[in-house]
């Protein structure tokens, strides 16, 4: 994942192919962030995951075993300002809309611009029909973000969350498991991608049942 858009892609349920987004005007465009767009439709069904490309192939945890009921949706170089833009266009029929997002602004935004970010993602999400769950920011061992930066930034969104209704998935078991991730230290390979699916579905467990 770097700081330039990379092109979108869609994830599909239970697959571990990518889809290539369809042509045509996006509001999913970055500030001075290249040319990739995003084109995602709504989808129909009980719970869906959408994020940056750490969730790439995430699916494989997280929909398996619920393959007709859950979906993931993969918009790798995202920044949460443009899931913000997106929420109407992504969030369809879900019961459940889990997001993971945020290692993109880390080295972009300052920690008040990061926290007014996700607070306007919460507004926004809130508004549509879905349970929501927000996840931790992952840990990065690429040497670029400092970890109490992450650290203080999950605590302060957990406590966002838990004032605003809103579930918060812990992802802290991933610090000191640099063993699931590639060589950059940034992006997850093909098991981290699996565990931290399965560390999302078991977070969000007690929305689906």
């Given at each position: ?13 239970g ?8 042509a ?8 001075g962030?290249?040319e ?25 945890g997280?929909?398996?075993g ?13 920044r949460?300002?443009?899931?913000n ?19 993109n ?22 508004s549509?029909?879905?349970?929501i ?10 040497g670029r ?15 966002e ?9 812990d ?13 950059d230290?940034?992006?997850l ?6 565990v ?8 969000v ?5």
């Open positions: 994942m770097s700081d330039r858009i990379e092109e979108g892609a869609v994830v599909l349920p697959s571990d192919s990518v889809a290539p987004p369809t045509g005007a996006s509001d999913g465009s970055v500030e962030g290249g990739g767009l995003w084109e995602v439709e709504k989808v129909k069904g009980k719970c869906l995951l959408v994020g940056d490309s750490l969730v790439r192939f995430a699916d494989r997280f929909s398996c619920y393959k007709q009921k859950r979906m993931c949706a993969c918009l790798p170089g995202a949460v300002e443009d899931i833009k997106m929420v109407n266009r992504v969030v369809g029929d879900e019961e459940v809309v889990v997001v993971q997002i945020g290692t602004n880390l080295r972009r935004d300052c920690q008040s611009v990061l926290r007014s970010r996700f607070r306007e993602l919460i507004c926004r999400l809130k549509t029909r879905a349970k769950a927000i996840c931790g920011i992952l840990p990065r061992f690429d973000v400092a970890g109490s930066t992450i650290r203080g930034h999950n605590r302060w969104l957990e406590l969350c838990e004032g605003e209704g809103v579930k918060f998935v992802l802290s078991s991933f610090w000191g498991r640099r063993d699931l991730y590639r060589k230290g940034l992006h390979h093909n098991e981290g991608a699996t931290l699916g399965r560390l999302i579905s078991s977070g467990e007690g929305f689906l049942n």
